[in-house]
């Protein structure tokens, strides 16, 4: 596959419409459906729906998709790495992480970082652990900022000074925020809205002696902001980390830790063996002397 033929197949994509896609790429209509005719014929796949007004990608195409996206990301970030001018200190940092307060020591060496050399950029990718990890074995993000209990036998990592507490986010009227904390037993015969990650539910699983099954879970969340919504509007309550959302002033909302403590550390996290760039060599060296 050449790169400019995954750059037209994402234009298509995004246009939903061959026409529209060939008038953006400055090609003709039959030039760009021979090369797509051409890459379903490479890849032995059937990668469009074509309808009269509107293409819609198949399940195949889409996984192209998404990786297409990735690559045309990662040769992007590449060329920039390459053409950094070797006498100014400048180029990308990708940062990858999870909704977590320890972001906030992250932004205080990037604001170093930045206050010595203004031209170095940072790009920040919110996920949960899976997708964090997985665009660092793509090559995607330099660091990834992974939440304990994680397994990093094949990363490099510095263990961060920063803990989350975990809780449960309720609305202020609701039963359960008469109290000062929660307890296994208080979760019991709730609406429960939880984190999906396989990790979290292991921790929780711990937490709750074996009982984590017993919960009534309605609904799941890899990011807490949506999930908030949900509490906000009655449907239940959120076991999440503490300071990610704000229940301070006129929020309708509160936060229980809960109780015994259940606290999680954190780790920044690189691919072993990797090649940083000047301006990503810089900001760990920042970071190593902070800590």
């Known amino acids: 596959m050449e790169l400019r033929v995954l750059q037209y197949f ?87 992480g999870g909704e977590t307060d320890a972001m906030r020591f992250i932004a205080r060496t990037v604001q170093q970082v930045q206050s010595i050399h203004p031209l170095i950029k940072v790009h920040l990718y919110s996920g949960n652990a899976q997708d964090v990890i997985e665009k660092l074995d793509n090559g995607l993000i330099d660091f990834g900022i992974i939440l304990d209990p994680a397994d990093m036998s094949k990363y490099d990592f510095m263990k961060l000074p920063a803990y989350d507490t975990w809780g449960v986010l309720m609305r202020k009227d609701s039963p359960l925020a008469q109290l000062e904390v929660i307890t296994p037993a208080d979760l019991l015969n709730q609406p429960i809205i939880c984190s999906r990650q396989e990790m979290v539910s292991n921790e929780l699983s711990g937490w709750m002696n074996g009982e984590f099954e017993k919960l009534n879970i309605i609904a799941t969340y890899n990011l807490i902001y949506n999930a908030s919504l949900m509490v906000e509007e009655g449907m239940g309550y959120a076991l999440c980390l503490d300071k990610l959302v704000n229940t301070t002033g006129n929020s309708s909302l509160c936060f229980r830790p809960l109780s015994p403590t259940l606290t999680v550390g954190m780790a920044l996290v690189w691919k072993k063996y990797q090649v940083f760039s000047r301006a990503s060599q810089y900001f760990l060296k920042i970071l190593r002397q902070q800590l």
């Open 10 to 96: 994402l234009a298509i994509a995004r246009e939903e419409n061959i026409s529209k896609a060939a008038e953006y790429l400055h090609i003709t209509q039959p030039t760009l459906s021979r090369q797509m005719k051409e890459l379903e014929e490479e890849l032995g796949k059937t990668l469009f729906i074509r309808g009269n007004r509107k293409i819609i990608l198949t399940e195949d195409g889409i996984l192209l998709r998404k990786r297409a996206e990735e690559i045309t990301n990662l040769v992007e970030k590449t060329e920039l790495e390459m053409m950094a001018n070797e006498s100014v200190l400048k180029g990308d940092i990708y940062i990858g």
